[in-house]
C-alpha cells in the first residue's frame, strides 16, 4: 500500500505564494507519476501539475507561468511552489501518485486565496 500526505494549504491574499508537499510512503515504484489536482465546491476534480520520475513535466494552462512542481525521488517527496495566486485557486489540492497501473490520492489540502 501507498499513502500520501499533504502540508502547506492555507490562507494567503491574492498576488501571495505557498508551497504545496506531499510526502509519500509505503510499496513505491521508481517508475511513476506524481501529481497535483484540484477540487472547488461544486466542481469536478481537475489536474494542476504532474511530473514523471524522469522529471518530464506537465501543467494546466490556468497554472502555466505561475506554478511549478518538483520532486524529490530521494525522499518520496513532490512539491508545488504556488505564486501570483488569484481567488480562481482557491480549492482543495490533492495529491496523487500513479505506478504499475493503480493511483493513490492524498486527504488533500485547503487553499484559499482571499483578501
Known amino acids: 500500500q501507498v499513502q500520501l500526505v499533504e502540508s502547506g494549504g492555507g490562507l494567503v491574499q491574492p498576488g501571495g505564494s505557498l508551497r504545496l508537499s506531499c510526502a509519500a510512503s509505503?510499496?513505491?515504484?521508481?517508475?511513476?507519476?506524481m501529481g497535483w489536482y484540484r477540487q472547488a465546491p461544486g466542481k469536478e476534480r481537475e489536474l494542476v501539475a504532474t511530473?514523471?520520475?524522469?522529471?518530464?513535466?506537465n501543467y494546466a494552462d490556468s497554472v502555466k507561468g505561475r506554478f511549478t512542481i518538483s520532486r524529490a525521488n530521494a525522499k518520496n517527496m513532490v512539491y508545488l511552489q504556488m505564486t501570483s495566486l488569484k481567488p480562481e485557486d482557491t480549492s482543495v489540492y490533492y495529491c496523487?501518485?500513479?505506478?504499475?497501473?493503480?493511483?493513490?490520492w492524498g486527504q488533500g489540502t485547503q487553499v484559499t486565496v482571499s483578501s
Open positions: 511530473i514523471t520520475s524522469g522529471d518530464i513535466t
Open positions: 496523487k501518485l500513479s505506478s504499475n497501473r493503480r493511483d493513490y
Open positions: 509505503g510499496s513505491i515504484f521508481s517508475i511513476n507519476v
